[in-house]
């Protein structure tokens, strides 16, 4: 095998660096959580991180760059890449759903007050919509990559083309949809995952699939 092959392992400063950089996010995440993105500002971030201002800069960026690289930490916090990967391979087409289903949860289970907070402040803030921009596409573009290999396993009705299908399922595993349910609702996480997996399999698949 060449040495191009091969993954080069990062030094000690590369580390240092990204371990730098998720210090400087999740002090973001907790006080854009707790104050709200209008009302916290790279200081409060810098002391909460424990790290000087122009760090931030050099790191992350401006507090624009900052709220937009928040969507990478809830990928990392909500076990997106791992569950992602077992959805490439999958054969069951119910799991394949169920599969879909469990990583939205893990997203708004674990990170729906940062994503509310980024939400509520989208109107009125470019820079929190940006982020919620780019959170939106990557659900739509997961729930693509499952109506793909849902058509790919021959399990979708006659009816619906793969567009319709990623359509389906991206408006029922919204956050939106996630915090209405569990919030307003007042389901639990557990209901709403059984709900949500049963509801899509019955909206999508062929019968006997």
């Given at each position: 095998m060449s040495s191009d092959a091969v993954a080069r392992r990062p030094n000690r400063r590369e580390v240092a660096a990204a371990d730098t950089r998720r210090?400087?996010?999740?002090?973001?995440?907790?006080?854009?959580?707790?104050?709200?993105?209008?009302n916290t500002s790279v200081p409060q971030v810098a002391e909460q991180a424990g790290v000087a201002v122009q760090t931030i800069y050099a790191s992350v960026g401006t507090k624009a760059a900052l709220v937009l690289a928040l969507n990478d930490l809830i990928d990392a916090e909500a076990g997106v890449d791992e569950l992602q990967a077992k959805l490439v391979g999958e054969t069951d087409p119910r799991q394949?759903?169920?599969?879909?289903?469990?990583?939205?949860?893990?997203?708004?289970?674990?990170?729906g007050d940062v994503i509310r907070v980024l939400m509520s402040a989208e109107l009125a803030e470019p820079e929190?919509?940006?982020?919620?921009?780019?959170?939106?596409?990557?659900?739509?573009?997961?729930?693509?990559?499952?109506?793909?290999?849902l058509s790919s396993l021959r399990a979708l009705q006659p009816q619906s083309t793969p567009?319709?299908?990623?359509?389906?399922?991206?408006?029922?595993?919204?956050?939106?949809?996630?915090?209405?349910?569990?919030?307003?609702?007042?389901?639990?996480?557990?209901?709403?995952?059984?709900?949500?997996?049963?509801?899509?399999?019955?909206?999508?698949?062929?019968?006997?699939?």
């Open positions: 210090e400087i996010l999740r002090a973001a995440r907790q006080l854009f959580a707790e104050h709200g993105y209008a394949l759903i169920a599969r879909v289903v469990q990583l939205t949860r893990q997203v708004n289970e674990r990170c929190a919509a940006a982020a919620v921009a780019d959170g939106m596409r990557r659900h739509a573009q997961g729930a693509a990559t499952a109506a793909v290999r567009e319709r299908a990623a359509a389906v399922m991206a408006v029922m595993t919204a956050p939106a949809t996630w915090r209405q349910l569990t919030q307003e609702a007042g389901w639990t996480f557990d209901e709403t995952e059984a709900w949500l997996t049963a509801s899509l399999a019955t909206l999508l698949l062929k019968r006997g699939r």
